[in-house]
């Protein structure tokens, strides 16, 4: 399989804290990108960024790219109890196939 | 208003029993595709489209055939539903090519199948 992994798989902070959450991947990628699954819905694009790109910000979201390490770093700054939501990074390959990690749960407790 | 509706969003059948997911965008998107979401599995994708007529597996095509005749529609096809199908059904398209774009997805269709 070419699934990408999240760690940690399951995240419980408070209000206010930061949140980081991790995603390895297996092969070479044109991008990679970050979506947030509210339980049972679908999935809501957040952040992509290139594979020449290694660091990118959106409002209180900061992604990090390693392509030398397989991996991408999602930080959430300042969580709200809003952000409860799994978060999946998915990589695009150059035949036009998306995998997507297995995802982490993100609790922000009030 | 941009979307991709999906229909039905929950169905519950029976094992043998064809059945058929629809998906249709609004956006004009060349990009259409199938996932499977299953607990500790993540989305697997299915099948994909790059435009009208062309279609491709990916990585859990078995059982399942789809269909690309207008641009707008993407359907999805269990000809014969197993138990082992029972699953969480997105259907997602993108502008141009998928490695370019950013997918959007529609709201699941949870299928159970007995």
């Known amino acids: 399989s070419q699934q990408g992994e999240e760690d940690p798989q399951a995240l419980s902070i408070q209000e206010g804290e930061n949140a980081t959450m991790n995603c390895s991947y297996k092969t070479s990628i044109n991008n990679l990108q970050w979506y947030r699954q509210n339980s049972g819905r679908g999935l809501v694009h957040l952040i992509l960024i290139r594979s020449n790109e290694r660091e990118k910000h959106s409002g209180r979201l900061r992604v990090t790219l390693d392509t030398s390490k397989k991996s991408s770093s999602l930080l959430i700054t300042a969580s709200r109890a809003a952000d409860t939501a799994s978060y999946f990074c998915a990589t695009a390959n150059t035949g036009n196939q998306f995998y997507f990690g297995t995802g982490t749960s993100l609790t922000v407790i009030p | 208003e941009a979307q991709v509706t999906q229909n039905p969003r929950y169905l519950i059948t029976v094992t043998g029993k064809k059945l058929t997911v629809t998906c249709s965008q609004n956006?004009?998107?060349?990009?259409m595709s199938w996932y499977r979401q299953d607990p500790g599995l993540g989305l697997r994708q299915i099948y994909y489209?790059?435009?009208?007529?062309?279609?491709d597996k990916g990585d859990v095509p078995e059982g399942y055939k789809v269909s690309r005749k207008e641009k707008r529609n993407f359907p999805l096809i269990l000809e014969s539903p197993s138990p082992n199908q029972t699953s969480l059904y997105f259907c997602?398209?993108?502008?141009?090519?998928?490695?370019?774009?950013?997918?959007?997805f529609g709201e699941g269709s949870r299928l159970t199948v007995l």
């Open positions: 997602a398209s993108s502008k141009r090519l998928a490695v370019t774009g950013e997918l959007f």
């Open positions: 956006m004009n998107h060349e990009y």
């Open positions: 489209s790059m435009n009208v007529e062309v279609t």
